[in-house]
Structures are given as C-alpha cells and as structure tokens.
C-alpha cells in the first residue's frame, strides 16, 4: 500500500493521455471526411490518426487498464465500498469499446473504405465526453444517481440531434 499513491497518480495521467486520444482522433476523422477531396491534406491527417491511436491512445489505455487493476488488487475492498466502482468499471469497459471503435474505424479511413460523414464522427466525439462526466462524478461522488445519468444522457442525446440538424458544420477553408 506504499506504493499505492504513485500508483494512482500514474493511472491518471495514464487516463488524462487517453482520453486525450479520445477526444482527439475523432475530430480528426471529422477533417479527414470533409475534406477526403484534398488529398495532400488526407495525407497528412491520415498519418496523425496513426499515430495518435497507435503511440498515445492504445498505450494509454493499457496503462490505464493495468494500473487500475493493480489499484484493485491493492485495495479489494473498494468492490464492496457501492455501486459506484461497478457503474465506473461498466463505463470504463464501454471506453475501450469505443477506443477499438476508433481503431476499426482508423482502417477504413486508411484504406479510403469509411462511408460514415463528418457529422457522424463529429456527434461520435461527443461519447467519451458523456463517460468521462460519469467515470469522475461515480469517483468523487461515490453514488450512482440515475436521474444525473439520465439527465447526461438527454443532454448527450439534444447535442446530437444539433449536430445532424444544423445548417453549417464544417469551416470553409481548412
């Protein structure tokens, strides 16, 4: 239990660097779908969502993963301190499968496959910011209050429609 503050700490930053890529590569994938037509640009785009996912994102995410098991090997008994860790553990499941989302849809863009447009990816980033709301209000908190869940997620579901209502998404010349 010694170490178990540096522990923490790491696993932080371990998830402040992946939810950086989570945040991130999305919007890439908005660029790359509004402007696939200009194809040095593409170009470019394409090696930056490579290398985000495979240099920042999916080493973050295992950083992630392995500390907070470590974390919970540590310290069993936090499984029994409430739903809390259980509804965290259940959003942190539904990251990693958007994060390997983000990587099938990483190839599609690299093989010029991706049939999504830039609304879709623009309203997918959204996603992480919705669990990430949850993950740190069930940590701090220590409750799990279904009416903020679901007061997020009306929130989450507006914004969305927004996005695929409105007139003008995409700034012209970049």
Not at 70 to 88: D, E, F, R, T
Not at 104 to 130: H, I, M, Q, W
Request: charged share 15%.
């Amino acid at each position: 239990m010694q170490y178990y503050t540096w522990i923490l700490t790491f696993h932080i930053i371990a998830l402040m660097s992946w939810m950086a890529m989570l945040f991130y590569l999305p919007r890439l994938y908005v660029y790359h779908m509004e402007h696939f037509e200009k194809k040095q640009f593409v170009e470019v785009v394409k090696i930056q969502e490579f290398k985000i996912y495979k240099y920042i994102g999916l080493p973050a995410m295992l950083a992630t993963i392995i500390s907070g098991t470590v974390m919970l090997y540590l310290n069993p008994s936090i499984m029994q301190s409430g739903i809390w860790m259980h509804a965290k553990l259940v959003t942190v499941v539904l990251l990693i499968l958007y994060t390997f989302s983000l990587g099938y849809y990483r190839v599609k863009l690299e093989n010029d496959e991706c049939t999504k447009s830039g609304n879709f990816f623009r309203a997918y980033n959204e996603l992480p910011t919705l669990l990430a709301i949850y993950i740190v209000t069930f940590v701090i908190v220590k409750k799990v209050f279904m009416l903020f869940i679901l007061s997020f997620l009306i929130l989450y579901i507006f914004i969305i429609y927004k996005i695929f209502t409105s007139k003008k998404n995409t700034i012209e010349g970049v």
